[in-house]
């Protein structure tokens, strides 16, 4: 799937179409999307005078934890690999004033191991607490 289009790009396709009249072909190739896309915005544009749908429902919330925790997270990790989850998020919740659950503790922890390409062993490391925390019966 190709990232999405920025505000920023979405407007100055606008700007390349009707004030520089240039062809969609040429207009893909500088925005480095398909023409399906380039043809899109300018309905959007011809429909709503603006490059995105105003009545379209936003399909997700935004992730709870930005750029900046999951860089604190990675930050205490590396310090410290044998943290808890639940551990983690005191550490959050003080450092930072960032209220998280559990689970989306997790699913960030493996979203960052996949993206970040830490090796396996953390992985392991991770699940090996989350069960540890389970079998001591802490709340997850």
Same mark, same amino acid.
């Given at each position: 799937?190709?990232?999405? +289009? ?8 606008? $700007? ?27 309905? +959007? ?10 009545? $379209? ?11 900046? !925790? ?9 310090? !410290?690999?044998? +943290?808890?989850?639940?551990?983690? /998020?005191? /550490?959050?919740?003080?450092?930072? !004033? $960032? ?12 979203? +960052? ?15 090996? =607490?989350? /069960?540890? =925390? ?7």
């Amino acid at each position: 799937m190709s990232p999405h +289009l920025t505000e920023q790009l979405r407007e100055r396709i606008i $700007v390349w179409h009707f004030q520089r009249q240039k062809k969609i072909a040429e207009i893909a190739q500088l925005a480095g999307c398909s023409w399906r896309s380039i043809y899109k915005i300018l309905t +959007l544009h011809r429909d709503f005078g603006q490059t995105r749908n105003p009545f $379209v429902r936003r399909r997700s919330k935004p992730r709870t934890l930005n750029q900046q !925790n999951l860089s604190f997270i990675t930050f205490i990790l590396d310090a !410290n690999p044998t +943290l808890f989850l639940d551990e983690i /998020q005191e /550490q959050l919740l003080e450092a930072r !004033n $960032v209220e998280v659950s559990i689970p989306t503790l997790s699913r960030s922890l493996h979203r +960052l191991a996949r993206t970040n390409g830490h090796q396996r062993q953390q992985q392991s490391e991770m699940s090996c =607490c989350v /069960q540890y =925390c389970n079998m001591a019966g802490r709340n997850l």
